[in-house]
């Protein structure tokens, strides 16, 4: 069975800050997708990226870093220099390849606040 | 194409009552499916429409739970005789899958929060 475990349910940060979200995940797959997604207060789930099994390479786009390490089932997300718009709730998420169903497997979210 | 539509946005009932929630894919996606997030939680897939066929709906909660799509577009998810545990939002995702293989992106609308009173 397919399980994602984000242990950080909130953090709190000052504005320009480094903050880092981790992500744990389980399957038995051999091939696989990661993703992140971001919820703000409005409520609609924001894709922000994927990664596939066999690309270990980690990823930066602007402020947002990913680093994914098969060796220990993690896919980390950092944002640098915090802003509070930044501030919402952010979701790892998993989806098998090997059926057909693809559906994402989310964690429980992590909530992260960034003050002024 | 703005998105995935969904509506209500909003629904409050009374236990017992039936509910109906409609979902607009984007136009150009096959796949479209349904989760529930509850207070705290990240979304717990339920069932996911092919075109206009329901590949699986082992996930839907109980027997109380049905989702349609009939045409191949716009979907609808029904929950009969609702209860206070039915309380969450309910989202709809939608996503264009080519193959077997590949990232399958879900594009997520806004969703629907039901209240059971």
């Known amino acids: 069975a397919q399980k994602v475990t984000q242990a950080q349910t909130e953090i709190s940060v000052v504005e320009k800050e480094d903050v880092t979200l981790d992500c744990v995940y389980e399957t038995r797959d051999t091939t696989y997708y990661l993703f992140w997604y971001k919820q703000p207060p409005s409520g609609e789930l924001v894709f922000l990226i994927r990664r596939n099994s066999f690309d270990e390479q980690n990823e930066i786009s602007g402020r947002y870093s990913w680093n994914f390490q098969k060796s220990t089932s993690s896919f980390n997300f950092t944002i640098t220099a915090s802003q509070v718009v930044d501030s919402a709730v952010y979701f790892c998420?998993?989806?098998?390849?090997?059926?057909?169903?693809?559906?994402?497997?989310f964690g429980s979210g992590t909530r992260l606040q960034v003050q002024p | 194409d703005t998105g995935v539509s969904q509506d209500p946005r909003h629904k409050i009932t009374k236990r017992g009552q039936n509910v109906t929630f409609r979902c607009d894919p984007i136009s150009e996606h096959n796949r479209l499916y349904w989760y529930r997030q509850t207070l705290g939680q990240g979304p717990e897939f339920l069932t996911y429409f092919q075109n206009e066929a329901q590949l699986e709906k082992s996930r839907l909660l109980s027997d109380r739970f049905s989702a349609e799509r009939p045409k191949g577009s716009f979907s609808t998810l029904e929950i009969q005789r609702t209860e206070q545990g039915d309380s969450a939002m309910y989202l709809c995702?939608?996503?264009?899958?080519?193959?077997?293989?590949?990232?399958?992106?879900?594009?997520f609308g806004a969703g629907s929060r039901l209240t059971v009173l």
């Open positions: 998420a998993l989806s098998e390849v090997d059926t057909g169903r693809r559906a994402l497997t």
């Open positions: 995702a939608s996503s264009l899958v080519r193959g077997s293989s590949g990232a399958n992106v879900l594009t």
